[in-house]
């Protein structure tokens, strides 16, 4: 079992270690063309073809979808009140705490552990999550949110494009799949050295805080995974999926959005730091108990 955690988790944790050490060796490499080209276009590649070739039961993901939805909602009233009660700022921690690493972390490693089907749960988890990120967590961050900015997310797009293909049964020509497979295939290697080159670049102060919080983030979300999982009556795998999507760390995307609405971001990029360190320890056991 510990090899077969090990096999799952090495790959992740490696590329990101190549994207740490490719920043500390001096090289250059700007996050901010690499995020783009990611959100843009290779992660919307992956999504579609992610939901267009999987052969889960179109009612087995509705199902997670609403699972999701079920789960993130316990997760944020779950930080809400653990913000409150540390008398903390709602803006500065609240979203960073709530919506986790689904896209860096949470795919590449449901593709190690279950394959191309937990890539199709993980996809669907991850676009729940991007959604509410750009509508609930910005709201929160800066005080205001945009419809306009969700419809015109290319995520967004690639997620109902692949539903409905899903649905339907329809598929792309030969060719045209191969490409947008190979485009999509980019994604998750480059998400991994991205996050690592971001670790690097990280300034952190306070990191007794972000420590405690982030443990506290983890059995929440640990929590709300579970119970949504068993509401649900999820299978197996798809549990799986929900709650270690919903545990994953603090993702890098939070302090870029703190630092670009006006929100406090030295203590979000001390969450960003902490819990990834955390889930180096605590990912490999829940995968222990989920696989």
Do not use: H
């Not at 899903?166 to 996050?195: C, D, K, S, Y």
Request: with cysteine; hydrophobic share 65%; charged share 10%.
């Amino acid at each position: 079992m510990i090899l077969t955690v090990l096999n799952i988790t090495a790959p992740v944790f490696f590329l990101a270690a190549v994207g740490f050490a490719w920043v500390k060796l001096g090289f250059e490499y700007r996050v901010a063309f690499v995020t783009r080209l990611a959100m843009t276009l290779s992660v919307p590649c992956l999504i579609f073809v992610a939901l267009m070739k999987t052969q889960i039961d179109p009612e087995a993901l509705a199902a997670l979808s609403l699972a999701s939805l079920a789960a993130y909602a316990l997760v944020m009233f779950g930080i809400f009140a653990l913000v409150k009660l540390a008398r903390l700022d709602v803006p500065t921690y609240l979203a960073p705490l709530a919506f986790g690493n689904t896209g860096n972390l949470g795919l590449p490693l449901a593709l190690f552990a279950f394959g191309e089907v937990g890539l199709g749960y993980a996809v669907v988890v991850f676009a729940v999550m991007a959604i509410l990120s750009f509508t609930i967590g910005i709201w929160i961050v800066s005080g205001g949110g945009s419809l306009k900015r969700v419809v015109q997310e290319p995520l967004v797009g690639a997620t109902v494009l692949g539903a409905v293909f899903l649905w339907q049964g329809w598929e792309t020509p030969q060719f045209l799949t191969n490409a947008l497979e190979l485009i999509g295939q980019m994604a998750i290697p480059m998400m991994l050295i991205t996050l690592g080159v971001a670790m690097a670049r990280l300034e952190t102060r306070a990191m007794t805080q972000a420590v405690w919080l982030s443990a506290a983030k983890l059995l929440i979300c640990l929590a709300a995974g579970w119970a949504t999982a068993q509401f649900f009556g999820l299978d197996p795998v798809a549990a799986a999926v929900l709650i270690m999507q919903v545990a994953t760390p603090v993702a890098v995307t939070s302090y870029l959005l703190a630092e670009k609405y006006g929100a406090d971001a030295q203590p979000v990029a001390g969450l960003v730091v902490a819990s990834t360190l955390l889930s180096v320890l605590a990912l490999p056991v829940i995968l222990a108990f989920v696989i």
